[in-house]
C-alpha cells in the first residue's frame, strides 16, 4: 500500500514537472519571438 502511494506521488510530481516544463517552454519563451511562435 506504501508502495502504491509513493508510485502515485512520484506519478504526480513528474506529471506537475512536466506541465510546468511545456508551459515554460511553451508560454515564456514565445513572448522573446512571438513572429516564430505564432508561424
Same mark, same amino acid.
Given at each position: 500500500?506504501?508502495? *502504491?502511494?509513493? /508510485?502515485?506521488?512520484?506519478?504526480?510530481? /513528474?506529471?506537475?514537472?512536466?506541465?510546468?516544463?511545456?508551459?515554460?517552454?511553451? *508560454?515564456?519563451?514565445?513572448?522573446? *519571438?512571438?513572429?516564430?511562435?505564432?508561424?
Amino acid at each position: 500500500m506504501v508502495c *502504491g502511494m509513493a /508510485a502515485i506521488v512520484l506519478a504526480a510530481i /513528474a506529471l506537475t514537472a512536466s506541465m510546468s516544463y511545456y508551459l515554460y517552454w511553451s *508560454g515564456c519563451l514565445p513572448r522573446a *519571438g512571438q513572429r516564430r511562435a505564432r508561424a
